[in-house]
């Protein structure tokens, strides 16, 4: 949704058709008139395999968040979109915040004669967010760290990562009892629950928005003001992914990881990238 959202700013009045593809536009879609198809790689191949969509005749094939779909388990999908899209004059293009190698090494057995473009430093944060890492003592020193930074001044609205979708809901709870304006986003709400906690964040309605890595790893908010690591990201890549969600479009803004002696094993990578 946010990527068509995007897509229709971007062509607007430019005559183009885009279509998100869905259980409802699959149905009684004109695939023929469609010059931009958004999808994921297991509802286009299934829809290819069936014979009820043809990618022979694609031009352009984009992979938004290239590493994870390189990396989770999605790459029998992906060479099953490859496979499809046979158009020979195709011109492929993967974009990802970060790329590991190991990543890019399996994304150039489906690319020819592949040109690398990086903006910025490459696997590394903005220069537009300024990073700290705050110590908190325990578990317990977490959520008093928090609720420091919400009632110390610091300006909405703010982004704050949690490891589980459990933690996001406890957090959740805690928040609330105390007024603040709070939501969350997290894989076990429906499609609307998530569309109406993201888009009352975009409103205003909401000052805090407590997200997952895999939900909120590919929001777009061009006026978060700081990132709260509440939970010590898993790798430097979940951590470059997570404060990346604000300092945006040329903006500026901050991020604050917790940490406790726990953490201490991971400390090192997440400091050497800030």
Known sequence: AQT???????????GIHSVVLA???????DFAKVDILLATPLRLTK???????DLTH????VLDEADRLFDLGFLEQVDGVIAACSNPKIVRALFSA???EKVEEMAR???????????GERNAATSTVEQSLKFVGSEDGRVLALKQLLTGGIAPPVLVFVASKDRAMALHKQLMYDKYHVDCIHSDQSQAAR?????????????????????GRGMD????????????????????????RTGRAGHSGSAVTFFTEEDAGQLRSVANVI
């Not at 694609?58 to 094939?61: D, K, P, T």
């Not at 057995?109 to 903006?119: A, E, H, M």
């Not at 906690?197 to 939900?215: K, N, S, Y």
């Open 4 to 14: 068509a959202r995007c897509l229709a700013l971007l062509t607007a009045k430019m």
């Open 23 to 29: 259980k409802s536009t699959a149905a009684g879609c």
């Open 47 to 53: 829809l290819a395999e069936e014979g009820r969509l």
């Open 58 to 61: 694609v031009s352009h094939l």
């Open 98 to 100: 970060t790329l590991p």
């Open 109 to 119: 057995n489906v690319l020819g004669d592949p040109i690398r473009i990086t903006v």
């Open 195 to 215: 569309s109406a906690a993201v888009e009352g964040f975009r409103a205003g309605r909401t000052w805090v928005l407590i997200a997952t890595d895999l939900v």
């Open 221 to 244: 908010f061009l006026g978060v003001n700081t990132v709260v690591n509440f939970d010590f990201p898993n790798t430097t890549t979940d951590y470059i992914h997570r404060i990346g």
